[in-house]
């Protein structure tokens, strides 16, 4: 065999080995970002219902449009047993109560929107739907928090119109998984009963912290240490879905 030809051989095998590793490198590359959440499908905007049951991280969210008193009684809980939670204020009520949601931020909870007035989306039309979430983005913006990206519609009400619309703002509706009704005040046990039967990894729990609810606080001195028992770590929204393929529900 010439030199030549040795030389040729040499270098045809080596340029395998560089295209094997490529592959395997984009191979790789590929099934990293696989992993991240999805939150759209062929191009439809969806809204966020439940994180990854690969994990064992739970969301507890609490919706506040109105009231001072008893969010200071769940924050009192959640500190009480080191848990995290994320907080769904509206605008018009976070511009009334800034010391309140310095508290609520300062407790290493996340801040999340229900637009600014809590009125239903699927009762106004487009163009005051935009004007709500502008107002709201500015309401945020001037306390401090210019880069709010998850929202909840009021009353959880939505449509395909109103995602899109979310969407453009570069945000993310999201919804629950678990939801035991706390606002209607059911009784104690029942709000224990169902948050601890059915929690389970990647859950999105949806709790209230405005003062219509009586017992929501209570059931937490039961709630969150049987969580814990169960395994379950509480989490932010943002943390919940950080790495790891979430469910999404498309909304009609």
Not at 93 to 103: G, M, N, Q
Not at 203 to 230: C, F, N, R, W, Y
């Amino acid at each position: 065999m010439s030199f030549y030809t040795w030389k040729a051989e040499r270098m045809k095998r080596y340029g395998v080995v560089v295209a094997l590793a490529f592959f395997c490198a984009l191979f790789l590359w590929i099934g990293q970002w696989s992993q991240l959440p999805v939150f759209s499908n062929e191009g439809e905007p969806r809204a966020l219902t439940q994180g990854s049951d690969k994990n064992s991280n739970v969301a507890l969210t609490f919706n506040i449009s109105w009231g001072t008193e008893k969010v200071h009684d769940v924050l009192k809980q959640l500190e009480a047993n080191k848990a995290q939670a994320t907080f769904f204020v509206s605008g018009e009520w976070a511009e009334r109560h800034p010391d309140i949601i310095k508290t609520i931020h300062e407790g290493k909870h996340e801040i999340g929107m229900m637009g600014y007035k809590y009125e239903s989306y699927l009762e106004q039309k487009p163009a005051q739907v935009q004007q709500d979430l502008n107002q709201a983005k500015e309401a945020f913006e001037k306390l401090g928090f210019e880069e709010i990206k998850w929202i909840r519609p009021p009353h959880g009400h939505m449509d395909k119109e109103v995602l899109k619309m979310i969407e453009d703002k570069g945000m993310q509706a999201v919804q629950w998984s678990i939801n035991p009704r706390d606002w209607e005040n059911p009784g104690t046990n029942s709000i224990i009963d169902t948050v601890l039967n059915e929690g389970s990894e990647g859950d999105i729990i949806l709790m209230h912290a405005s003062d219509s609810v009586k017992q929501t606080a209570k059931a937490l001195e039961v709630i969150l240490p049987g969580l814990k028992q169960k395994g379950l770590k509480f989490v932010s929204i943002t943390e919940l879905v950080s790495g790891a393929e979430s469910e999404t529900t498309q909304i009609e």
